[in-house]
């Protein structure tokens, strides 16, 4: 119950086209969704989050897509570019709550 | 200093020392955590302090203790560990009481291996 899947464990693109993780969950208790973007060395860093009372967010280049009747949500990044590769992380959580429920990661490398 | 700090950053142990992990938040936070993360697993939440006082415990074994002297520094006293404990632990800290969904923001870490 506790679980997000994440998928695909690893991604290459080519720059310039469009990186797509997904993520799935069973608790219908969650009500917030962030994605966190890991570099090498560094820690986790929030990338965007959405709630699910709206099915798409988008800043910049990225973009949240939430099915709530699904239980899936996705993380879209247009016209991806090399700096962009790194590790992606979704996770799940609900108001009050200290704990974040993240999925296995998805490693991204944009290829030139 | 800005945002998150961990010292040290590599650490390698043998499975009978005792070593301490210290984190320092410098963003004003009021909540500070430690998590694993192994290859190919999720982040695990492993303890978390709030106004300096433990909230969450997520069953982790007694060779790991945390300590929490003030609202700006953490640490986690390791003691007899074993080599399956060996990952990055990524301490983070947030802000409670403002926002309903705490941004937890996230040192880099510090990567220890346990002989």
């Known amino acids: 119950q506790q679980q997000v899947k994440q998928s695909p464990q690893s991604l290459i693109v080519q720059k310039g086209g469009i990186s797509i993780i997904n993520c799935a969950y069973e608790?219908?208790?969650?009500?917030?969704f962030p994605w966190y973007q890991q570099f090498p060395g560094k820690g986790p860093a929030l990338l965007i989050a959405i709630r699910p009372d709206v099915s798409e967010k988008k800043e910049g280049r990225f973009t949240i897509s939430f099915n709530k009747s699904a239980k899936q949500f996705s993380l879209h990044i247009m016209d991806s570019q090399p700096g962009d590769s790194a590790t992606y992380f979704c996770?799940?959580?609900?108001?009050?709550?200290?704990?974040?429920?993240f999925g296995k990661g998805t490693k991204l490398s944009v290829i030139p | 200093e800005t945002g998150v700090t961990q010292t040290p950053r590599h650490l390698v142990m043998g499975m009978t020392n005792k070593k301490s992990l210290k984190c320092e938040q410098h963003?004003?936070?009021?909540?500070m955590y430690w998590y694993k993360q192994s290859a190919k697993k999720p982040l695990e939440l492993m303890f978390v302090y709030s106004l300096e006082e433990r909230v969450e415990n997520n069953s982790v074994p007694s060779r790991f203790s945390p300590e929490c002297p003030n609202s700006s520094h953490l640490f986690l006293h390791l003691h007899t560990l074993q080599p399956e404990d060996s990952a990055l632990y990524l301490c983070?800290?947030?802000?409670?009481?403002?926002?309903?969904?705490?941004?937890?923001?996230f040192g880099p870490g510090t990567r220890l291996t346990v002989l």
């Open positions: 963003l004003g936070h009021n909540a």
């Open positions: 608790n219908t208790a969650f009500d917030y």
């Open positions: 996770a799940a959580t609900w108001a009050g709550s200290y704990q974040l429920t």
């Open positions: 983070a800290s947030s802000q409670e009481g403002g926002l309903p969904y705490n941004e937890q923001f």
